[in-house]
């Protein structure tokens, strides 16, 4: 019960902060826009080179797959390595562990808290639009498309947050970890389907997209695809796997890391 | 009921660090690199009745920040034993940090873009306060360190007086059976610095909360601490009323003579005697008392210069502090 009142107290607090101060949320929309409106641009230029079709797939199942990664992507769950790494280099951590909380559990609500405000505006407007002008494929239609959506959701914001989190705490054995953070970064990039949507992977990518935990922290972009309505079991089975087993590491890993803390001055 | 807030028990803490062997290939000092071992805190034992206001002082590198950190459970003692509260702080780090409040000097841990009043509102269910409770905490703390008339700027804006002020009522929002402080009145100006203590020492008054502190500064422990603890090298030194630090170490006093006309040389000095500053208005001169008395050196000085004044006294305590900590370097 405290925590819950914990989480939504950060979140409440961090969405104030962020209103008040709404040059971010103008930030992260230039992002989207500039990043997803680059790449649609190029796919579309592409899927009309190939008649419109490509691997089987249309260009409004690619743009709403695109979509959801830049979406998700605006949550900024990934910024959690370097808050760790933050804390650790300059010392802050020793104000977090005089208090009553669990060190990651904050962290992780904190990220989430950063991200949510820019995150439902973004995606409110962008939705609208992007039904306005592509409309929507008949797999957004079906009953089962929400709930889905939702709980794989929720399923890949837990996943980046623990495997963001791993890269964060190891900053406790090694003193730079931002070459750590960039292969994982681009991983998730790639394996989620930013670059490229994962229906147009070769077969084997498409494997490694699948069973990867980088792949699997991305699987909203799964959902707008026809064989999400068969498989969608099977791909949130994979994400609590990688949940279960991420957790334990990260667990594992926070155990040791809080006997190694060391802060200036002690 | 135990009458000791805190109880430290031969704690010790080491660190270790690898470092880079020249000689050695990049592959050894990889894999197999030399570790170096560091005792920052060297088998240390004291105790803190409830109520008490200590100091624990000692020059850079001594072990105070690390003492501070193991006693609430920021950093893990390599032996020895903290108890604070019936809590071992390694075990129980969340339940202690609910009867401790904790003020570092060089951190902030308020939320720097919204006022006051959200960062104390947010420790407040940090904390697990109900929502009551909390409104009530805060109107006593507004009124206990007249915070009113900064209590809706956001805090970035806010000056480090009053930013220290706000850091201390945020850490007491909780009613902390013990406050510990790392150097908290660091950067202040005098004005500032006197009004935080006056602040310390009514929370202590009316609440009965222990005060913990390490300080640089020897207004902090002279107007703050009843007690004193000296650390160095990791070591306790010495511990005792802070009343009694000057007078214990006083071996030495100084002695003003304020010239007639001018002074125009300098003779050497008998031994027990030796010149602290001298120009032609003014010498001071330091008496070593276990060498020659007051009254034999004021003899002798009163036969080498004419003088118009004399003034003898003490050494202040920032001159007691350091002569412990030179003693304590050349004796180790």
């Given at each position: 019960?405290?925590e819950?009142?914990?989480?939504?107290?950060i979140?409440?607090?961090?969405?104030k902060?962020?209103?008040?101060?709404?040059?971010k949320l103008?930030?992260?929309t230039?992002?989207v826009i500039?990043?997803?409106g680059?790449?649609?641009?190029?796919y579309?230029?592409?899927?009309?080179?190939?008649?419109?079709?490509?691997n089987?797939?249309t260009?409004?199942f690619?743009?709403?797959?695109?979509?959801?990664?830049?979406?998700?992507s605006v949550?900024?769950?990934?910024?959690?390595?370097g808050?760790?790494?933050r804390?650790?280099?300059?010392?802050?951590?020793?104000v977090?562990?005089?208090?009553?909380?669990?060190?990651?559990?904050?962290?992780m609500?904190w990220?989430v808290?950063?991200?949510?405000y820019?995150?439902?505006?973004?995606?409110?407007?962008?939705t609208?639009a992007?039904?306005?002008?592509?409309g929507?494929?008949?797999?957004?239609?079906?009953s089962?498309?929400i709930p889905?959506l939702?709980?794989?959701?929720?399923?890949g914001a837990?996943?980046s947050?623990?495997l963001y989190?791993?890269?964060?705490l190891?900053?406790?054995w090694?003193e730079?970890?931002?070459?750590v953070?960039w292969?994982?970064?681009?991983?998730v990039?790639?394996?989620?389907g930013?670059y490229l949507?994962?229906?147009l992977?070769?077969?084997?990518?498409?494997?490694?997209?699948l069973?990867?935990?980088?792949?699997a922290?991305?699987?909203v972009?799964?959902t707008?695809y026809?064989?999400w309505?068969?498989?969608w079991?099977q791909?949130?089975?994979?994400?609590?796997?990688?949940?279960?087993?991420?957790g334990?590491v990260?667990?594992?890993m926070f155990e040791r890391?809080k006997?190694?803390?060391?802060?200036n001055?002690? | 009921?135990?009458s000791?807030?805190?109880?430290?028990?031969?704690l010790?803490?080491?660190?270790?660090?690898?470092?880079?062997?020249?000689?050695?290939?990049?592959l050894?000092?990889?894999f197999?690199?030399?570790?170096?071992?560091?005792?920052?805190?060297?088998d240390?034992?004291?105790?803190?009745?409830h109520g008490?206001?200590?100091a624990f002082?000692?020059?850079?590198g001594?072990g105070k920040?690390?003492?501070?950190?193991?006693?609430?459970?920021?950093?893990?003692?390599?032996s020895?034993?903290v108890?604070?509260?019936?809590?071992?702080?390694?075990?129980?780090?969340k339940k202690l940090?609910y009867q401790?409040?904790?003020?570092?000097?060089?951190?902030?841990?308020?939320?720097?873009?919204?006022?006051?009043?959200?960062?104390?509102?947010?420790f407040?269910?940090?904390?697990?306060?109900p929502?009551k409770e909390?409104?009530?905490?805060?109107?006593?703390?507004v009124?206990?360190?007249?915070?009113?008339?900064?209590?809706?700027?956001?805090?970035?804006?806010?000056s480090l007086?009053?930013?220290m002020?706000?850091?201390?009522?945020?850490?007491l929002?909780?009613?902390p059976?013990?406050?510990?402080?790392?150097?908290?009145?660091?950067?202040?100006?005098?004005?500032?610095?006197k009004?935080?203590?006056?602040?310390l020492?009514k929370i202590n008054?009316e609440e009965?909360?222990t005060?913990?502190?390490?300080?640089?500064?020897v207004?902090d422990?002279e107007s703050?601490?009843d007690?004193?603890i000296?650390?160095?090298?990791?070591v306790?030194?010495?511990?005792l009323?802070?009343?009694?630090l000057a007078?214990?170490f006083?071996?030495?006093?100084?002695i003003?003579?304020v010239?007639?006309?001018?002074?125009n040389n300098?003779?050497?000095l008998?031994?027990g005697?030796?010149?602290s500053?001298?120009?032609?208005n003014?010498?001071?001169v330091?008496?070593?008392?276990?060498?020659?008395?007051?009254q034999e050196?004021?003899?002798k000085?009163l036969?080498?210069?004419e003088?118009?004044?004399?003034?003898v006294?003490?050494?202040?305590?920032?001159?007691v502090?350091?002569h412990?900590?030179e003693r304590d370097?050349?004796?180790?």
């Amino acid at each position: 019960m405290k925590e819950i009142r914990l989480a939504t107290k950060i979140l409440k607090t961090l969405v104030k902060d962020r209103i008040q101060y709404p040059d971010k949320l103008v930030v992260d929309t230039i992002g989207v826009i500039a990043r997803c409106g680059i790449l649609l641009i190029l796919y579309g230029y592409v899927f009309k080179l190939n008649d419109g079709v490509i691997n089987g797939t249309t260009f409004l199942f690619a743009v709403w797959s695109i979509f959801f990664y830049f979406s998700f992507s605006v949550l900024r769950l990934r910024d959690i390595s370097g808050e760790i790494m933050r804390d650790i280099q300059t010392g802050n951590i020793e104000v977090l562990f005089s208090k009553p909380i669990s060190y990651l559990s904050y962290r992780m609500w904190w990220q989430v808290g950063s991200g949510i405000y820019s995150f439902v505006i973004i995606t409110i407007f962008a939705t609208l639009a992007l039904i306005f002008i592509m409309g929507l494929p008949s797999t957004m239609t079906m009953s089962i498309f929400i709930p889905t959506l939702i709980l794989t959701f929720i399923c890949g914001a837990i996943l980046s947050l623990f495997l963001y989190s791993i890269v964060g705490l190891l900053s406790f054995w090694i003193e730079d970890i931002n070459p750590v953070f960039w292969i994982v970064d681009k991983a998730v990039m790639i394996l989620g389907g930013s670059y490229l949507p994962v229906a147009l992977f070769p077969a084997f990518m498409f494997k490694i997209a699948l069973w990867s935990p980088f792949g699997a922290s991305q699987f909203v972009t799964h959902t707008v695809y026809e064989t999400w309505q068969i498989n969608w079991y099977q791909l949130v089975g994979i994400q609590l796997f990688w949940i279960v087993l991420l957790g334990l590491v990260v667990y594992f890993m926070f155990e040791r890391a809080k006997q190694k803390v060391s802060v200036n001055g002690g | 009921m135990n009458s000791n807030s805190i109880i430290v028990s031969n704690l010790t803490k080491k660190f270790s660090f690898s470092v880079r062997n020249t000689s050695s290939g990049w592959l050894k000092n990889l894999f197999s690199p030399e570790t170096k071992e560091i005792v920052a805190v060297n088998d240390i034992s004291f105790s803190v009745k409830h109520g008490e206001r200590i100091a624990f002082i000692g020059p850079n590198g001594a072990g105070k920040s690390t003492t501070i950190k193991m006693l609430t459970g920021i950093l893990f003692p390599t032996s020895g034993k903290v108890n604070i509260l019936g809590f071992d702080p390694t075990k129980d780090r969340k339940k202690l940090a609910y009867q401790i409040g904790t003020v570092f000097g060089q951190r902030s841990q308020l939320l720097p873009n919204l006022p006051l009043t959200d960062s104390l509102e947010f420790f407040g269910v940090m904390y697990d306060m109900p929502e009551k409770e909390i409104k009530k905490r805060i109107a006593e703390l507004v009124e206990l360190f007249d915070l009113d008339s900064f209590m809706t700027q956001p805090v970035r804006k806010l000056s480090l007086g009053q930013r220290m002020r706000a850091e201390v009522a945020a850490s007491l929002i909780h009613k902390p059976k013990i406050i510990l402080l790392d150097e908290p009145t660091i950067g202040l100006d005098v004005v500032a610095k006197k009004s935080l203590r006056d602040l310390l020492l009514k929370i202590n008054k009316e609440e009965n909360t222990t005060m913990f502190l390490t300080s640089h500064d020897v207004g902090d422990i002279e107007s703050l601490c009843d007690r004193t603890i000296v650390i160095n090298h990791g070591v306790v030194m010495r511990d005792l009323p802070t009343q009694d630090l000057a007078k214990t170490f006083v071996y030495e006093k100084y002695i003003d003579l304020v010239a007639l006309s001018h002074f125009n040389n300098f003779p050497e000095l008998p031994e027990g005697m030796s010149y602290s500053s001298r120009d032609k208005n003014k010498i001071t001169v330091v008496v070593d008392i276990n060498k020659m008395s007051v009254q034999e050196s004021l003899k002798k000085l009163l036969d080498l210069f004419e003088v118009e004044d004399i003034d003898v006294y003490n050494a202040d305590l920032e001159t007691v502090i350091r002569h412990i900590y030179e003693r304590d370097s050349t004796s180790n």
